[in-house]
């Protein structure tokens, strides 16, 4: 009886000991990532001056506690107003009245369809921004999609999106895409447009021809944000946004 009892403790030991190691691997591991996961105002490279932070979302975010959103630093937001003619964010005019009553500088964005009419989905921001009020930062034509359209067909039906908006809230638009939305096409039609270019590096963005500079990086999706439950969409701005809002 008394040899069992010492193997049956020796075995508890070693069971505890594993049970020990394996708890340390996983908390090692837990830091491990929550040390990868991007934060606000990262990366540093690929600036000369100073920066500013800021994210982008729409109703995937659900609801957002946008007081805690501004003391964790984010200094702009670009808000979703639309997808396409079909589908008005939900949680645009929640999240418009919240950045704004935050001190947030406000930018709408619209997810651009390329199958649709440009003017019509146009026309949707701009009563959205009539109605609730202009932002502080330019409206977004998100093109990151060609509906099977040859790229030279969405370059002028972006065009035709950001006349009617310059026409109507007498703003020149901002331009959000990828490098890979363009690839091996030239979009001078759009390079006299601010870019806000969306690039998940660890290097410098890479910039569709022939834009020269990036004013807007989005430089990732899975990003942290007290206030915002989830992973939400990080961004910066090349420079000082401190009074140059719209």
Same mark, same amino acid.
């Given at each position: 009886?008394?040899?069992?009892?010492?193997?049956?403790?020796?075995?508890?030991?070693?069971?505890?000991?594993?049970?020990?190691?394996?708890?340390?691997?996983?908390?090692?591991?837990?830091?491990?990532?929550?040390?990868?996961?991007?934060?606000?105002?990262?990366?540093?490279?690929?600036?000369?001056?100073?920066?500013?932070?800021?994210?982008?979302?729409?109703?995937?975010?659900?609801?957002?506690?946008?007081?805690?959103?501004?003391?964790?630093?984010?200094?702009?937001?670009?808000?979703?107003?639309?997808?396409?003619?079909?589908?008005?964010?939900?949680?645009?005019?929640?999240?418009?009245?919240?950045?704004?009553?935050?001190?947030?500088?406000?930018?709408?964005?619209?997810?651009?369809?390329?199958?649709?009419?440009?003017?019509?989905?146009?026309?949707?921001?701009?009563?959205?921004?009539?109605?609730?009020?202009?932002?502080?930062?330019?409206?977004?034509?998100?093109?990151?999609?060609?509906?099977?359209?040859?790229?030279?067909?969405?370059?002028?039906?972006?065009?035709?999106?950001?006349?009617?908006? $310059?026409?109507?809230? +007498?703003?020149?638009?901002?331009? %959000? *895409?990828?490098? /890979?939305?363009?690839?091996?096409?030239?979009? &001078?039609?759009?390079?006299?447009?601010?870019?806000?270019?969306?690039?998940?590096?660890?290097?410098?963005?890479?910039?569709? $021809?022939?834009?020269? +500079?990036?004013?807007?990086?989005? %430089? *990732?999706?899975? /990003?942290?944000?007290?206030?915002?439950?989830? &992973?939400?969409?990080?961004?910066?701005?090349?420079?000082?946004?401190?009074?140059?809002?719209?």
């Amino acid at each position: 009886m008394a040899r069992r009892k010492r193997k049956s403790g020796r075995l508890g030991a070693v069971v505890m000991a594993a049970v020990v190691a394996a708890t340390i691997v996983v908390v090692i591991k837990v830091r491990r990532d929550h040390e990868r996961e991007p934060k606000l105002g990262m990366p540093h490279d690929c600036r000369l001056g100073p920066t500013t932070p800021g994210i982008d979302v729409s109703y995937y975010q659900g609801d957002i506690t946008w007081p805690r959103v501004a003391r964790s630093g984010v200094k702009f937001a670009f808000i979703r107003v639309a997808d396409g003619t079909d589908i008005f964010d939900t949680k645009f005019e929640a999240n418009w009245r919240g950045a704004g009553n935050a001190k947030i500088l406000r930018g709408a964005y619209q997810y651009f369809r390329a199958d649709q009419s440009p003017t019509d989905q146009a026309d949707v921001v701009i009563r959205a921004l009539r109605k609730y009020g202009m932002g502080e930062l330019p409206p977004v034509i998100d093109v990151e999609d060609n509906a099977g359209l040859p790229l030279s067909t969405v370059a002028a039906r972006a065009q035709a999106w950001i006349a009617r908006i $310059r026409t109507e809230l +007498k703003v020149e638009p901002i331009v %959000y *895409t990828n490098p /890979g939305m363009w690839a091996y096409r030239a979009v &001078p039609e759009l390079a006299t447009q601010t870019l806000w270019i969306a690039h998940y590096t660890e290097g410098c963005p890479e910039l569709p $021809r022939p834009f020269e +500079k990036w004013s807007f990086w989005q %430089y *990732t999706d899975n /990003g942290r944000v007290p206030g915002i439950e989830g &992973p939400v969409d990080l961004d910066v701005f090349d420079g000082d946004l401190t009074g140059r809002a719209r």
